[in-house]
């Protein structure tokens, strides 16, 4: 418990207290005075209320439950096409080029295709945020591929490793902190592209929740919204690295020699 | 000088060597002959080993010297399978080279490098068993067991390799070849990187794995003292593209002695002849 303690960044949350308590000042003392721009003090209270009515709890179940689902397809697809693009140069002759052109077109304009060929639906939902989450995945996975050392591949040939052993003995625990970070940015990826969806397609979760409460001119909702959406992508990149951390204490610890 | 008209003789030059203690499996040796190999370099394709004769008899303890750039290392790898010869033949046994053979385990220099980092010690050793046989769980702890204390690791099997000193890291190396009961160890500089005393000790060491088990080996070095210390024979590797200049047959009685062995006078003429035959200065 003390070494989580430590762990905060206690002059990070100090600069937000600050930030918000300025906020609240700002607005108090009408320095700022726009119509939409509620306190941060309404903003929470806003919060408590959508929590107690539901909706809150509901939105922020759906869009973690679209995020996770969507992460966990594109890190099962995303790991497997990056072997096969790491091991096969005709893999890689084939596919690099479509992989060059569909990771870099915005996301967010399969949305409206997705909706036709979906519906509003979150199945929609699902499909794009998964294949956003996909690319990064794709991309580390090959390049950790790629960065297995050669004197690595060497001893797997000296003791005659088979493919299926080889992968998983050499190559996938020396690729395993690439891995990683493809596996975090896909996460947030899947995050951000839920809640687009969810705004323009599938009248669901919190992206939809932002949606309904701008147009109700709820502005206090709205950004009691937007702050869950931020605490949720927070919480999972934690909570991702808190779980490989438990899962291998020793994988990212080569370089801590002593 | 006729050096292929001397290798000819194989069997004459393994006379002295250790037998296999009884029940352990059939010494091997290497056959090759007119080895070529090119290496992809900046200007093109270069001859690295050009017209390589080499025979190793079961059992024996050959060193190979040479300056750096003549092709040492790569004359190891076709040993062991890694690199494909582009003309000649390699035989082990009665059997063509063509991939890492089953029997034969090189050990790297560079340990830090070859050990798995994200392994325990026990379960880097226990590697090479993974891969090669259907041994059970019992027998597979009892050979990485026993491969640990024969390099004086029992108490570390627990230890990530990247907490232990360079000498054990290169034990642990040995140790996972050690377990797989290889008949042809491939050593390519394996104590170059390592301090005077532990390199010594880790030579001892060897020698005695070498003389419990007798496993063919073919040791890589630029250091002189350790080619003759260690070797039945030592070959001359020199010239560009590499080939075998010279040979000497080591003549010192077994079990060696890091004193009494390097005081013998006949340790000090062979050390003299190969430091002249591997082209060395001598010192104004």
Known sequence: MARNLRHLNVGGIALLVALAALWQLAVGASLIDLDYLPAPTEVVQAGVEQVEAGALVTATLHTLGVALAAWLIALVLGVALGLLLGFSAAARMVFTTSVEVLRTLPVVAFVPVAVLVFGLSTRMEVVVAAWAALWPIVINTLGGVEAVPARLHEVAAVFRLSGARRIRSIVLPAAAPLILVGARLGLSFALIVAVVAEMIGNPQGLGHLVIRTQQALRTEAMFAGILVIGLLGVALNAALLALTARAAPDMFEPGKRS | MNVSARM?????????????????????????????????????????????????????????????????????????????????????????????????????????????????????????????????????????????????????????????????????????????????????????????????????????????????????????????????????????????????????????????????????????????????????
Request: glycine letters at 12%; hydrophobic letters at 40%; proline letters at 6%.
């Open chain 2, 8 to 284: 000819e003789t194989p069997a004459l030059m393994a006379r002295d060597v250790p037998q296999p203690a009884a029940g352990e499996q059939r010494a091997l040796g290497y056959s090759c002959h007119a080895v070529g190999v090119s290496l992809p370099g900046p200007q093109g394709s270069r001859k690295v080993l050009a017209g390589v004769d080499l025979e190793v008899a079961g059992g024996e303890v050959v060193s190979i010297v040479g300056r750096s750039g003549t092709g040492k290392t790569t004359l190891l790898r076709v040993l062991g399978g890694l690199l494909p010869a582009d003309e000649g033949t390699v035989l082990l046994g009665e059997q063509a080279v063509s991939g890492p053979p089953a029997s034969a385990v090189t050990v790297f220099q560079d340990y830090a490098r070859a050990l798995l980092p994200w392994r325990t010690v026990r379960r880097n050793v226990a590697l090479g068993l993974e891969g090669r046989r259907a041994c059970g769980r019992a027998e597979r702890e009892r050979l990485v067991a026993d491969a640990l204390d024969a390099v004086g690791l029992g108490g570390r099997g627990d230890d990530r390799p990247w907490r232990l000193s360079g000498g054990m890291q290169q034990r642990v190396q040995i140790a996972r070849a050690l377990a797989l009961r290889p008949r042809v160890l491939l050593m390519d500089e394996p104590f170059g990187a390592l301090d005077a005393m532990t390199k010594a000790s880790l030579q001892d060491e060897l020698l005695a794995v070498h003389a419990r088990t007798a496993p063919t080996i073919v040791f890589v070095t630029h250091d002189v003292d350790e080619a003759v210390y260690l070797g039945d024979r030592v070959l001359i590797l020199d010239g560009q593209p590499g080939a075998i200049t010279d040979e000497v047959p080591v003549s010192l009685p077994r079990p060696r002695d890091q004193l009494t062995t390097k005081e013998h006078p006949t340790f000090l003429s062979l050390r003299h002849r190969v430091h002249d035959a591997v082209g060395g200065a001598h010192g104004a």
